[in-house]
């Protein structure tokens, strides 16, 4: 998909900003408020803009701990491993999920009000995992940068 300068001055003010108005973001980019339009339109049909949603203040819900957990699975078998990510993909404390090279299978990050939270986590989801053989839990002292902006390519990839 060819995206040109245009498209990534519209993807990146909507990442900074998905709230915009269309004529806002048509004055922001140089368009007519049309044509701007009609490229949002395009983007989204298209599957680049896949959905806009609010960022919400976490610290406005009460304190929360970031867990990041790293797991090594026993077997590397993509049955089993289906059945992990399949897991993971339900668990509404499980806010990322990788699938990693190196020393561990997959790493998390687990958001949780308290340690005694995190515990019930790791008993119903990562110990009743059968192919589950390790795992290692790092805390979150503090987030030091946080971006959900996509990196958009100048030129090249």
């Excluded at 003010?13 to 004529?23: G, H, I, P, R």
């Excluded at 986590?121 to 009743?128: A, E, G, P, T, W």
């Amino acid at each position: 998909m060819f995206l040109d300068r245009l498209d990534k001055a519209i993807l990146r003010q909507l990442q900074s900003d998905a709230s915009l108005s269309n004529l806002k973001l048509a004055e922001i980019v140089g368009l007519s408020p049309p044509a701007c339009l009609k490229r949002v339109k395009r983007l989204e049909n298209q599957g680049v803009i896949s959905k806009r949603v609010a960022l919400l203040d976490q610290s406005k819900f009460g304190n929360c701990l970031h867990m990041i957990v790293e797991i090594i699975m026993k077997q590397d078998r993509l049955d089993l491993n289906e059945s992990f990510i399949k897991t993971v993909r339900g668990c509404e404390q499980v806010h990322e999920c990788y699938k990693v090279t190196g020393n561990v299978d997959f790493v998390l990050v687990v958001v949780v009000p308290d340690m005694p939270s995190y515990e019930v986590f790791c008993q119903k989801v990562l110990y009743q995992h059968a192919n589950m053989n390790n795992f290692r839990t790092l805390i979150s002292m503090n987030r030091v940068k946080y971006d959900t902006k996509v990196h958009i390519p100048d030129e090249g990839c």
